[in-house]
Structure formats: C-alpha cells, structure tokens
C-alpha cells in the first residue's frame, strides 16, 4: 500500500507514515461502521454513556501522549495542546451525558384535530457518519463532531488532515482500546483530498466536514449525488467591537490572544477589530504593547509555534504587502515578521476595508485595528464580506453588549472575552454563509446527528374521522367548518 509523511512543521523531520486509502478501503471501512452502528444502537442510552464516558477517562489519562503528538504534528506548544485535549474532555463528557436528555423519545401535544393521537418525536441516529477534518485544532475541532456523533447513537468514519494523520489513527485507535467491545465503532481512514472525497462518495448516511470553504464546496457537489447531508464548518473572519466604555487593557489582552494564540490559526480567531475613534489610538498602542513581547518558537516557553502549513506564510505575507500598499499602517511588525517556519506579531492599523486582510481569512499572527465614526458603523463592517463564525464585542455596559450581538450576523458572539464559548459544551458552534452551515456542539450538535421520526398511536375511535371513508360527507363538513370558525 502507498504511504505518506507527516511532517514536523518546526524542523521538516517525519513525524509518522500513513497509509494513503483508496475508494475500496474506504468502502470496506464504511461496511465495517454499518455494522458497528447496528450493534451500538442496540447498547441503548446507558450503555453508550456509559462507554463513552470510560474512553473519556482514557484520553484524560492520556493527556500527555495526545498532547505530544499534536504538538509535533502541528507545531504548536505541549501546553496548547493540552488545553486542546482538556477541551476535547469536557465535550465529549456533555455529550456522553446530555445524549439522553437531548434526544429520547418525547411526547409532543397533538392538537384538537387530533385528540384521538398520542404524538411522540423520536430521534434516531442516522448509521454511519463521515468526519473530515482539519489540522489547526486536530483533535478539538473533528471531536466536535465525532464525540456528539457516537453520543447520538452513530458510527464514524474518520478522515484527519494529512497533516495530521497521526492524531486521527491515534484517537481511533484509543478508543478501540477503551471500548474493546465496539472495536470498530470509531475507525481512520488517511490520505489527502481525494481520501476525503471518495469518504464523502462511500455511502455514509452523512457528512460531517471541517476546513476551507472552497474544499466545502467541492464535498459538497460530491454529497449532492446521493443526497447525503452535510453539515460544514468553515473559515472566519471574525470581528470584534470596542465601545468607548470599554476596559481597554482587558480588551487588548484578549484581541492579541484571539488574533495570536496558536498562531493565529483559529476558524474562529481575531482578525479584524473596530474602535470607536475616541480609543482607537489607546487601544492600538495597548495591543501593540502586549504584541510586541509575543515570542514564537519550539521550546516549551514560546507563546506559540509556527504555521503548520508553510504556504500560509504567503498568504500572510501578501495580505500584509497589500494592505500597506493600500494606505495601511504597520503598528507593529510588517512582511519583515515573515521568518520561516515562524509568522511574529503583525499589527495594522487604518486597512482599507476592500483590503484582503479585511476580506479573506488570513489565518496568522496579525490583526487589524480599524478606526470607526460609532457603533453602528463597526457593525456594518463586522457584518460584511462572506464569512459569519464569531465575533466579539468589548463594552462597560453590558445592555450595549446584548443589543450589539442581537445586530451581528456571526453564529456566536462573546462580550468582553473573545472565544466565550468554545469551553461551555451546551453552547452550539457555528456559522452562516462562507463559514458553512449547521452546528456542531450543544443540544443542537447532538440533533445533527439524527433524523427525528414522529411517531402517532391512536388511542380512541374519533367522533369523526376524517382519515376514513365511511364518514358521511355531512359530518365531515361539519367537523371542517367548526375547524375553520376557530381560525378566523
Ligand atoms: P482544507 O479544506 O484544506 O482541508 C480540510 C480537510 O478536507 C482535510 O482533511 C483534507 O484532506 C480534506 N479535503 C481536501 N480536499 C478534499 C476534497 N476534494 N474532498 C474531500 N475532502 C477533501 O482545510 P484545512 O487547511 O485542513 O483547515 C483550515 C481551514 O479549516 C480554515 O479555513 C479554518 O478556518 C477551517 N476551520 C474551521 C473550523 C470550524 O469549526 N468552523 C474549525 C477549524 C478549522
């Protein structure tokens, strides 16, 4: 079989070999899942929870190993990636234990029309469920959706980045450990785009995809064959507001973590800031203070590592070239911040908003702080172009903070922190247009993963039945008219 190389993105060493799988492969792993799903389903809620709860515990004892291999596949720092596992931990225990809650059978009012029913909604998971992911958050991001997926009673097949092939085998294979009864109830399958599509093409009973919206659109036309729904979770552009009233410093300190942490590389992250004209200077003096003493690196001191994928270096680069050429100002760092394989702290100021720093989702260490008239006019900014993830608003008042996240357009919006909600499972995640549809997390993230069944029992003969053809033509109208008297 053919194999490809993980790569260090510090030192360009191999990290792990992986299998690259073929459409047959995939199909026999799909077959596999099928049957896997059948005999979890029949585990019933306790069972799955009960399960999903003991590889839980697993990955927390394995904290250290996930951690590791993250870090050398994606080049983050150890800690990072630790909080990455610690927030992979904390999902999957919500979904293991609200799965239940969220999803069993219910009974629902059945109405005057319908006394004579007993109306319940079922939801059923929906057999085998294909996740692509990404390689930025490689185990956060696809937990997302695998671990709400398993809770919700499904199979999955698994296709990680190719950059980060050696978390996805890892995860599976963790799980086939902790759960050695449903062995291949979680499986990964490696390669590059077309391993990706020939999953999207194999017959799962959905698609479950996180990365570039161009990649999205292309899964899918291929889902568009069998109609296989798909749930995508794009890029970001995400803006956050600053008020007049705002706490400056904890404003600054959050834009430069938002904008920097990880590199910058967060579907989420910060990429554009809008401060009312009377503290636009403040703060921009603020953030470039706090970014000026930001250190990339491979130690275990750094703030954060370089970019994982070596072409973003680019895009940075370009973003920050045009942006200047276009009238911009270098508050700190400019192309010169571009040292292979490390981007360090950009900051802009005055971009043009037609700019492609302020348009397409740079995904590295730099921000840009605009200046604006009021609130309203940050708004207008923050809700144009094509992505719609996150946002943030930074206000005194917290009235200000809610009528502001009631008029912005992202799928979630934090006031005074940034990225509130990646750390409370019960919050769905998600965004519109560019940045995909459909939510992963939450109550929400565990109904993806199903298709509700309505289920009616008939519990009495009624007066008149409408459904029956031995009902005389005058009862029936009468029934109708009655019917029409209360609804006008
Ligand atoms: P990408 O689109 O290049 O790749 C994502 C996955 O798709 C990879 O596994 C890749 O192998 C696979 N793939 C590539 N071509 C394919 C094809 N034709 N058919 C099927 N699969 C194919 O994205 P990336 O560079 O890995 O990730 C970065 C992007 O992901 C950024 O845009 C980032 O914002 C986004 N992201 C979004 C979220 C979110 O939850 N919204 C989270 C993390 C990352």
């Avoid at 086939?176 to 979680?186: E, I």
């Avoid at 900014?381 to 917290?398: C, D, E, K, Q, W």
């Avoid at 007066?463 to 029409?484: E, H, K, M, Q, Y």
């Amino acid at each position: 079989m053919t194999v490809f190389t993980s790569h260090s993105p510090v030192t360009g060493e191999p990290v792990g070999e992986h299998p690259v799988h073929g459409p047959e492969e995939i199909g026999a792993a799909v077959d596999r899942a099928h049957a896997a799903a059948r005999r979890w389903a029949a585990c019933g809620w306790a069972g799955r929870r009960a399960r999903l709860r003991t590889w839980k515990r697993s990955l927390a004892r394995r904290m250290d190993e996930f951690a590791e291999l993250i870090s050398a596949e994606t080049g983050k720092p150890v800690h990072d990636a630790r909080a990455e596992v610690l927030l992979t931990v904390v999902h999957l225990d919500w979904a293991a234990r609200n799965a239940r809650r969220v999803l069993r059978r219910r009974r629902v009012p059945s109405g005057l029309l319908a006394l004579h029913q007993r109306a319940l909604l079922d939801r059923r998971p929906l057999g085998v469920v294909g996740v692509i992911g990404p390689w930025n958050y490689p185990l956060y991001t696809p937990m997302g959706s695998i671990g709400y997926a398993l809770a919700a009673g499904n199979a999955v097949v698994f296709k990680p980045s190719e950059l980060t092939a050696g978390v996805g085998e890892l995860l599976s294979a963790s799980f086939a450990q902790a759960v050695p009864d449903h062995p291949t109830l979680l499986q990964a399958v490696t390669g590059h785009g077309p391993a990706g599509e020939a999953l999207a093409r194999s017959g799962v009973d959905m698609v479950a995809f996180t990365g570039a919206p161009g990649t999205a659109r292309k899964v899918a036309a291929v889902c568009a064959e069998r109609l296989t729904p798909l749930l995508a979770e794009c890029g970001g552009k995400d803006a956050v507001l600053v008020d007049a009233s705002a706490d400056l410093d904890a404003a600054a300190d959050a834009i430069v973590w938002g904008a920097m942490a990880n590199a910058g590389q967060t579907c989420a992250g910060v990429e554009r800031v809008y401060a009312v004209a009377s503290v636009h200077a403040d703060l921009c003096e603020r953030i470039v203070h706090r970014a000026r003493a930001l250190r990339p690196g491979a130690d275990p001191e750094a703030c954060y590592g370089p970019l994982t994928l070596p072409g973003q270096l680019a895009t940075v680069e370009r973003h920050t070239k045009e942006a200047l050429a276009g009238g911009a100002h270098a508050a700190h760092g400019g192309p010169e911040s571009i040292r292979p394989p490390y981007a360090h702290p950009i900051v802009l100021a005055d971009v043009p908003e037609d700019s492609p720093a302020m348009r397409e989702e740079t995904f590295g260490p730099t921000v840009a702080v605009n200046a604006v008239r009021d609130l309203d006019e940050g708004v207008a900014h923050a809700n144009a172009g094509s992505y719609a993830l996150g946002a943030a608003v930074f206000t005194g008042s917290r009235r200000t903070g809610l009528a502001l996240a009631a008029r912005l357009n992202s799928g979630a919006v934090s006031v005074n922190s940034v990225l509130g909600f990646a750390a409370i499972p019960a919050l769905p995640f998600g965004g519109s247009a560019d940045s995909g549809h459909g939510r992963i997390h939450g109550p929400d993230g565990l109904r993806a993963f199903t298709a509700p069944q309505s289920v009616t029992i008939r519990r009495f003969r009624p007066p008149v039945d409408l459904t029956s053809f031995a009902t005389s033509r005058r009862s029936a109208a009468r029934t109708i008219n009655l019917g029409r008297r209360l609804h006008t």
